[in-house]
């Protein structure tokens, strides 16, 4: 039923309770997931930072590493868990994965630690709520 189910995570608490449903179906319906993290760069805006100023690729891959890493700390499961990390727009980069690697079932939090982001743009799930090809399961 469920082949493939994404779980984007920034390893906020309800990200996590996303995760362990999600392992919990995939347990269910022997589906695969892919755990996305969406490294958040102010290009995906359109802001350019200031001249002399910059964020090598590395310190943002190392972030979005840890991130993943966090996530799964104490998981111990043999489902298969494929772990992605992309720089972009939360929302953007959801969907474009959703429609590129075929998801079957999106998991994700209602809420993450964007909240400013959150306020000014309207929230990442409602987006990907809204816009997504497939189902989507919003976790409190």
């Known amino acids: 039923m469920f082949k493939t189910i994404l779980v984007p995570t920034d390893a906020s608490d309800s990200a996590q309770r996303a995760l362990m449903l999600a392992l919990e179906l995939a347990k269910k319906f022997a589906s695969q997931i892919v755990l996305l993290h969406v490294v958040y760069t102010p290009e995906a805006m359109g802001y350019t930072l200031s001249e002399g100023i910059s964020v090598p690729q ?56 964007g909240t400013l982001t959150g306020s000014l743009l309207g929230s990442v799930s409602q987006r990907v709520l809204s816009k997504a090809e497939c189902p989507v399961m919003i976790v409190k």
Do not use: C, F
Not at 85 to 106: C, F, M, R, S, Y
């Open 58 to 113: 590395e310190e943002i891959s190392i972030y979005g590493r840890e991130v993943l890493t966090v996530a799964l700390n104490g998981i111990d499961t043999d489902i298969a868990i494929e772990k992605k990390q992309i720089p972009g727009h939360p929302a953007a980069t959801i969907l474009e994965v959703i429609k590129n690697e075929q998801i079957d079932l999106v998991i994700m939090g209602n809420r993450g630690y």
